[in-house]
Structures are given as structure tokens and as C-alpha cells.
């Protein structure tokens, strides 16, 4: 395995040859875009849903469309194959280019490519899951185009700095009294047999394995959910509480700022629901020797 190689504009090579011009606009105004794609068994993980949300973002940022779809799968394989790493996650990366410095960019633009593989510790969140997780609060300064994927992520990297340095799993964002989602991941109670959740909207993150959930999962088990914007006191109140995202899967909540959620302790839900995905995702990318 080989985890020091990039891809830029769909050319590998080893990290230590590639570079960021420091004219790029990603590089000097955050002015670009990105996604993440979970990679199981060597095999990229809802890809064209994912691949059709950075287009999203692409479009939004008016950044011109360089790459077909099917160009970008290509990519993803190629490196796949070039690190022979089998479980990872797929960082892509589209800036609108170099230009000379100004706020205005000039037409037409050159995007710039960037792709990496990023490793997870799948068995590490597999222990925390089976315990439970604290999350703390943080007031939802970001902007109001959440569903953007922009590299503009200082709210959430200080967010994620706090919960780091308090010892918490990751910070949940709260705007206008209500929480939205956390730096990485969507937010779900379940309370008197009913999933309960922010709407989406813009202020929220797309996110593969929510759509997953509401579309598939939920339907599968039998699951009702309300898309309604909820308060901590409401949610501290529910049977259970878990964040889901192509990151975390799906993660217990136990514990927000100073109060349990079920006393402290993992539900009954989360765990099936988990164990649901988990079969989904063998199904979708079932291992390459079997």
C-alpha cells in the first residue's frame, strides 16, 4: 500500500512532488469546493450521489464544469488501485484556479483537480459506538449556504476544535435556539417510536447516508420521521440520539454538553440501524476476493 500519492487534474503522483500554487484561489479565499466518498472493500461507497453533490457545488460556486461524471469514477478508481488501500476515505477537491490576486476572478478560469486518499479507523469508531458518545453545543455562525460543499470550513474547524480539546466526539451547531447538525454529520433523536430531525434544507450539509436513512432504512424498519427543527431540552428528553454521516455511520449520543440522553447509555435503535447499514454497504461493495 502506498497512502503518499494525489491525484492532480487526473494525473498520480507522490505527494511530495505535488503543489499548491499560491495563486490559487482555494488557496488564498477558500474559493472552491469538495466531497468525501467512504471507500469498504476497495470499492467506492454511493459515488454518483456523491459525485452528483460536488457537481451540485460546483454549479452553485459557478466554477466551470472541467470533468464529466464518469471521468471523475475513473479517478477514483485509479487511485484506489494505485495505494492499494482498501478501506479509506476519497478527499476531491475542485478550486476555480490560479489567478491574479482580487476578489473577482477572471472568465473563463482553470479549475484545479485535487484527490487523496484519507485513512479511517473503522474498528475505532466500532468501540465508541458500542459506548456511546458526548457531543457539546456550539452556536451556528456558518453561513447560510450549509449545502454547499465550500472549503470555507472555519466554523466547523474551531467547532471540532472545541469538542476536541473538551474531550467531546464532535459539536453539534444550534441556530436560532435549534440544532441543525454537527461539523460532520446529520443529528436524529428518536423519541416515542419516532425519528425526529432538521429539515433539510440550507442549512444543512447533503448528506448520502441521511438520504440512505430517510429513503431506505427508515422505510425498511418501519421508522416514521418528522423533519422539524428541534431545541437540547427536546432532545436530551428522547429515548435515544445519534449523528449519521458517511464519516461516523451512525454514532450514539449519550451524553450533550452536561446532560445524558437515556441515562447515558446506547438505545436499542442505533445498533439496528447500524447493523442495517452495515449489510447495505457489503451488498453495494462486497469484498473483491469472496
Same mark, same amino acid.
Given at each position: ?78 487511485? !484506489?488501485?494505485? /495505494?492499494?488501500? +482498501? *478501506?479509506?476515505? %476519497?478527499?476531491?477537491?475542485?478550486? #476555480? ?5 482580487? =476578489? ?89 417510536? !419516532?425519528?425526529? /430531525?432538521?429539515? +433539510? *434544507?440550507?442549512? %444543512?450539509?447533503?448528506?448520502?447516508? #441521511? ?5 431506505? =432504512? ?73
Amino acid at each position: 500500500m502506498n497512502e503518499n500519492l494525489v491525484l492532480i487534474d487526473g494525473e498520480i503522483m507522490p505527494m511530495e512532488e505535488a503543489f499548491v500554487d499560491v495563486n490559487d484561489r482555494g488557496h488564498n479565499f477558500g474559493d472552491g469546493v469538495f466531497e468525501l466518498v467512504p471507500v469498504y472493500n476497495g470499492r467506492c461507497f454511493a459515488l454518483l450521489p456523491l459525485m452528483n453533490n460536488l457537481f451540485d457545488s460546483v454549479i452553485s460556486a459557478k466554477i466551470p464544469g472541467v470533468y464529466m461524471i464518469e471521468e471523475l469514477v475513473e479517478f477514483h478508481e485509479n487511485l !484506489i488501485a494505485a /495505494t492499494g488501500l +482498501e *478501506n479509506c476515505e %476519497i478527499y476531491t477537491q475542485i478550486t #476555480r484556479g490560479s489567478a491574479p490576486y482580487g =476578489l473577482a476572478y477572471p472568465e473563463p478560469s482553470v479549475p484545479r483537480l485535487t484527490m487523496f486518499a484519507v485513512p479511517v479507523d473503522r474498528e475505532a469508531l466500532a468501540e465508541k459506538r458500542a459506548k456511546g458518545v458526548n457531543v457539546i453545543t456550539e452556536k451556528d455562525e456558518r453561513w447560510s449556504r450549509c449545502d454547499v460543499n465550500t472549503l470555507n470550513r472555519l466554523p466547523e474547524v474551531l467547532a471540532k476544535q472545541k469538542a476536541t480539546i473538551s474531550r467531546a466526539f464532535d459539536a453539534i451547531f444550534v441556530r436560532d435556539g435549534k440544532i441543525t447538525e454537527s461539523t460532520e454529520a446529520s443529528f436524529f433523536i428518536y423519541k416515542d417510536g !419516532i425519528l425526529w /430531525t432538521h429539515p +433539510e *434544507n440550507n442549512f %444543512i450539509h447533503k448528506n448520502v447516508v #441521511r438520504r440512505l436513512l430517510m429513503e431506505r =432504512l427508515s422505510k425498511d424498519m418501519d421508522l416514521q420521521i418528522i423533519e422539524r427543527p428541534f431545541n437540547k431540552e427536546f432532545a436530551l428528553k428522547a429515548d435515544e440520539a445519534f449523528l449519521c454521516g458517511p464519516r461516523c455511520e451512525f454514532m450514539p449520543v449519550t451524553k450533550i454538553d452536561r446532560g445524558f440522553v437515556n441515562g447515558g447509555k446506547v438505545g436499542e435503535l442505533v445498533p439496528k440501524l447500524q447493523q442495517a447499514y452495515t449489510e447495505f454497504v457489503l451488498k453495494e461493495c462486497p469484498a473483491k476476493h469472496a
